[in-house]
């Protein structure tokens, strides 16, 4: 029984401790705020524009590459086997060279991914630091982002530093809704 009663005790302890250190939070909406800032759209349009027109281009060559290939099929049975080879190694030839063309535009560390640090990430980084600022100045513990894979299924309206976040960066909110 003395045990239970120390472990009781133990417990409350632990429970006011944690209870008299509450921390202050609060959340920003980064969809939200980036939608709120022009460098940030003009940043998007340029990058869709970049990127529709590279895969414009891939669908050129992905198409000539059918017709390479539908044209070598109708003909084949009037190829020699050397003209049917050097066809083939033709068609595959292209076909490496799209995909490489994919790889250099749109992989990992293609020219997409490096446009998009280019404008984006200077952005980004501006709207961090002026949260991080309020966090600061706001004696904040904990700011959640709304927008990232944290799910809030309710949340009170007078926690949301978006508009903070907007007018400490310079932005007016809402003005481009």
Do not use: C, H
């Amino acid at each position: 029984m003395k045990t239970l009663t120390k472990i009781a005790a133990v417990l409350i302890l632990v429970v006011t401790a944690f209870s008299s250190q509450a921390q202050k939070f609060a959340y920003v909406d980064t969809e939200y705020i980036l939608s709120n800032i022009p460098d940030y759209k003009e940043a998007q349009a340029e990058l869709d524009k970049l990127s529709i027109e590279w895969q414009k281009q891939l669908e050129r060559q992905y198409s000539e590459i059918d017709k390479m290939y539908k044209n070598y099929q109708a003909e084949q049975i009037l190829l020699t086997e050397d003209m049917k080879t050097k066809r083939e190694a033709e068609i595959i030839k292209k076909e490496k060279e799209a995909k490489e063309y994919q790889k250099q535009k749109f992989g990992v560390d293609g020219e997409l991914f490096k446009k998009r640090q280019e404008l984006v990430k200077p952005v980004q980084d501006k709207v961090y630091q002026a949260v991080q600022d309020i966090a600061t100045i706001g004696g904040l513990d904990i700011v959640f982002d709304k927008s990232s894979g944290l799910t809030m299924l309710y949340s009170n309206s007078k926690y949301n530093k978006s508009d903070a976040v907007l007018k400490k960066m310079g932005y007016t909110p809402g003005e481009s809704k």
